[in-house]
């Protein structure tokens, strides 16, 4: 079981990336999945998860910005991130078989080895 995070990187304010979070083991769709994500000296929190019958939960820091999705046929799941924020600076890790609802994300089993996302001001 192996989740493999990319797309990380260095964006100026305003400006959008998308991670994607590539699963091999198992299939995404048998169990929710989510983001993460930890800022320097802050606790980790949870950004966003999907259901494996699409639900979604975002967090209000990115609700209206992040789109969370998943392929099945990629066994991927991708969170698009857009008018990115200094704020949003943190390593991004997902995350898969754990709890998912409308009230946010919890517990999960399986991590990734996290990406790196940097918004310049």
């Known amino acids: 079981v192996q989740l493999q995070a990319s797309g990380g990187g260095l964006v100026q304010a305003g400006g959008s990336l998308r991670l994607s979070c590539a699963a091999s083991?198992?299939?995404?769709?048998?169990?929710?999945s989510g983001w993460f994500r930890q800022a320097p000296g802050k606790e980790r929190e949870g950004v966003s998860c999907?259901?494996?019958?699409?639900?979604?939960y975002y967090a209000d820091s990115v609700k209206g910005r992040f789109t969370i999705s998943s392929d099945s046929a990629k066994n991927t799941v991708y969170l698009q991130m857009n008018s990115l924020k200094p704020e949003d600076t943190a390593v991004y890790y997902c995350?898969?078989?754990?709890?998912?609802?409308?009230?946010?994300?919890?517990?999960?089993?399986?991590w990734g080895q996290g990406t790196l996302v940097t918004v310049s001001s």
């Open positions: 999907i259901t494996s019958d699409g639900s979604t």
């Open positions: 995350a898969h078989k754990g709890f998912c609802s409308r009230y946010g994300l919890a517990r999960y089993d399986y």
């Open positions: 083991g198992f299939t995404f769709d048998d169990y929710p």
